[in-house]
């Protein structure tokens, strides 16, 4: 097959988005098989989504193969080769009058009942499905990062215990994504795991230079091509709709990168082409070694976590504290329950002991110096909190400590087989001869 100068034709799959209008005037509802019959009818190569749940209710999805000129693939004879037909722009006019429904070209344009573009997509464009849910896991198990990763979306998160990492899950139709820590809290490699309705993707992140190893990939459903007997179809027809179905037009090889290997790459290759994504964020994990529990939590439905249907996905509830002091206050709380210590929660400890001063201080001058409304003694009694607060966790390391040294000069003995009486911590019972 020729085009007009004689070159074969490159031809590249555009994506329109059919979405029900949804003005005062709109009243057709959008069905899969009227888009089908409409682009059959002016002898499209297209492929079109089946009438399932999606990642986003009010649109079918359909792909069209277009060349650069703008002339689209036509099928004027089912048995033959595509041919150049009318141009995309004129396609879309048609197709959006017939329809009674707005549709976008590639998210570059957007074409209204009238055949013209419209400044803003209607709302069915844009809004997601309820099916949706975001896990985010990480290496260690600091409960003060979670803290500080629901803080980041403003929501509450559930953790679970995943074999020394930390998994997050949000709840369903969360509008936030977490795409990151403060650089004293972050944690790599960094897991994001989404999806929307059957759309599933996982973001891997190794680390935070720019030549690290940052991999995105995404599952999507195949679109059914418009074609009545595909094996018959001519060679070049049936590998332009194969393409067209395909849900990244046929291109499911990973790039190769120094911190991925040829395993991992293979693996994540695979699970993308494959026809069924039900496994796919769980194959995904198991490349590189990421809990599984978070490719369950990913794969819950919103009924699922209701009915409590799998008790080990349960998770305990994460919240959001108020502000850095708040963020501090859970770290400090994780340091007094953790037998280690982080440079990050010695760093908050010692801001928020400063902060609570400072302004326990200001609160004190405020009633000694009758500066703002309200009775003195309420400013007094403020300002005593914040100092006592504040200055509460150094004091009580500082008599441990003492103790403990006092304890250990006198030869205090620890009682065997239980806790300390001193410190709560750990003791281990000496063995003894018979």
Same mark, same amino acid.
Request: hydrophobic share 45%; net charge negative; proline share 8%.
């Given at each position: 097959?020729?085009?007009?100068?004689?070159?074969?034709?490159?031809?590249?799959?555009?994506?329109?988005?059919?979405?029900?209008?949804?003005?005062?005037?709109?009243?057709?509802?959008?069905?899969?098989?009227?888009?089908?019959?409409?682009?059959?009818?002016?002898?499209?190569?297209?492929?079109?989504?089946?009438?399932?749940?999606?990642?986003?209710?009010?649109?079918?999805?359909?792909?069209?193969?277009?060349?650069?000129?703008?002339?689209?693939?036509?099928?004027?004879?089912?048995?033959?080769?595509?041919?150049?037909?009318?141009?995309? !722009?004129?396609?879309?006019?048609?197709?959006?009058?017939?329809?009674?429904?707005?549709?976008?070209?590639?998210?570059?344009?957007?074409?209204?009942?009238?055949?013209?573009?419209?400044?803003?997509?209607?709302?069915?464009?844009?809004?997601?499905?309820?099916?949706?849910?975001?896990?985010?896991?990480?290496?260690?198990?600091?409960?003060?990062?979670?803290?500080?990763?629901?803080?980041?979306?403003?929501?509450?998160?559930?953790?679970?215990?995943?074999? %020394?990492?930390?998994?997050?899950? %949000?709840?369903?139709?969360?509008?936030?994504?977490?795409?990151?820590?403060?650089?004293?809290?972050?944690?790599?490699?960094?897991?994001?795991?989404?999806?929307?309705?059957?759309?599933?993707?996982?973001?891997?992140?190794?680390?935070?230079?720019?030549?690290?190893?940052?991999?995105?990939?995404?599952?999507?459903?195949?679109?059914?091509?418009?074609?009545?007997?595909?094996?018959?179809?001519?060679?070049?027809?049936? !590998?332009?709709?194969?393409?067209?179905?395909?849900?990244?037009?046929?291109?499911?090889?990973?790039?190769?990168?120094?911190?991925?290997?040829?395993?991992?790459?293979?693996?994540?290759?695979?699970?993308?082409?494959?026809?069924?994504?039900?496994?796919?964020?769980?194959?995904?994990?198991?490349?590189?070694?990421?809990?599984?529990?978070?490719?369950?939590?990913?794969?819950?439905?919103?009924?699922?976590?209701?009915?409590?249907?799998?008790?080990?996905?349960?998770?305990?509830?994460?919240?959001?504290?108020?502000?850095?002091?708040?963020?501090?206050?859970?770290?400090?709380?994780?340091?007094?329950?953790?037998?280690?210590?982080?440079?990050?929660?010695?760093?908050?400890?010692?801001?928020?002991?400063?902060? !609570?001063?400072?302004?326990?201080?200001?609160?004190?001058?405020?009633?000694?110096?009758?500066?703002?409304?309200?009775?003195?003694?309420?400013?007094?009694?403020?300002?005593?909190?914040?100092?006592?607060?504040?200055?509460?966790?150094?004091?009580?390391?500082?008599?441990?400590?003492?103790?403990?040294? %006092?304890?250990?000069?006198?030869?205090?003995?620890?009682?065997?087989?239980?806790?300390?009486?001193?410190?709560?911590?750990?003791?281990?019972?000496?063995?003894?001869?018979?």
């Amino acid at each position: 097959m020729d085009t007009d100068n004689g070159e074969p034709p490159e031809w590249m799959p555009a994506l329109l988005l059919v979405a029900r209008d949804r003005s005062a005037d709109g009243w057709m509802f959008t069905r899969h098989e009227d888009v089908r019959q409409a682009l059959a009818e002016r002898q499209l190569v297209a492929a079109v989504a089946v009438d399932e749940p999606s990642a986003v209710p009010d649109v079918i999805l359909a792909r069209i193969a277009v060349r650069a000129d703008g002339k689209i693939a036509t099928l004027p004879d089912p048995a033959g080769p595509p041919v150049p037909g009318p141009r995309l !722009e004129e396609i879309v006019s048609g197709l959006a009058h017939e329809l009674k429904a707005v549709i976008g070209v590639d998210g570059q344009v957007v074409i209204g009942t009238a055949g013209v573009p419209v400044e803003s997509p209607p709302p069915g464009m844009t809004e997601l499905t309820t099916d949706r849910r975001t896990v985010y896991a990480w290496p260690g198990t600091d409960r003060y990062v979670a803290t500080a990763a629901a803080m980041g979306v403003k929501e509450e998160l559930t953790w679970h215990d995943a074999e %020394s990492w930390t998994v997050l899950a %949000s709840r369903h139709a969360s509008e936030r994504i977490l795409t990151g820590l403060a650089a004293a809290m972050e944690r790599f490699p960094r897991v994001t795991l989404g999806r929307k309705g059957p759309e599933r993707s996982i973001e891997y992140v190794l680390g935070k230079g720019d030549d690290d190893l940052r991999l995105f990939a995404w599952w999507g459903p195949w679109l059914a091509p418009l074609h009545e007997d595909l094996d018959a179809a001519h060679e070049s027809t049936r !590998e332009m709709l194969e393409m067209l179905a395909h849900p990244r037009a046929g291109q499911d090889e990973m790039d190769h990168h120094p911190d991925l290997t040829e395993e991992q790459r293979v693996a994540v290759s695979a699970a993308m082409g494959d026809r069924d994504g039900d496994a796919f964020l769980a194959r995904v994990c198991a490349a590189f070694d990421v809990p599984q529990v978070a490719a369950r939590l990913a794969e819950q439905t919103a009924e699922d976590v209701a009915e409590q249907t799998d008790p080990d996905l349960v998770g305990e509830p994460v919240k959001p504290e108020p502000g850095r002091l708040g963020l501090a206050r859970a770290a400090m709380k994780e340091m007094k329950t953790s037998e280690t210590e982080t440079p990050f929660q010695k760093k908050t400890v010692k801001i928020a002991t400063i902060v !609570e001063v400072v302004l326990g201080l200001a609160a004190l001058a405020v009633a000694v110096f009758d500066l703002l409304p309200w009775p003195w003694w309420v400013w007094a009694i403020i300002g005593v909190l914040l100092i006592g607060d504040g200055l509460s966790t150094p004091v009580l390391e500082w008599w441990r400590g003492r103790r403990g040294g %006092s304890a250990a000069e006198q030869g205090a003995p620890v009682e065997k087989g239980g806790p300390s009486a001193e410190t709560g911590g750990p003791s281990v019972e000496a063995d003894r001869d018979d």
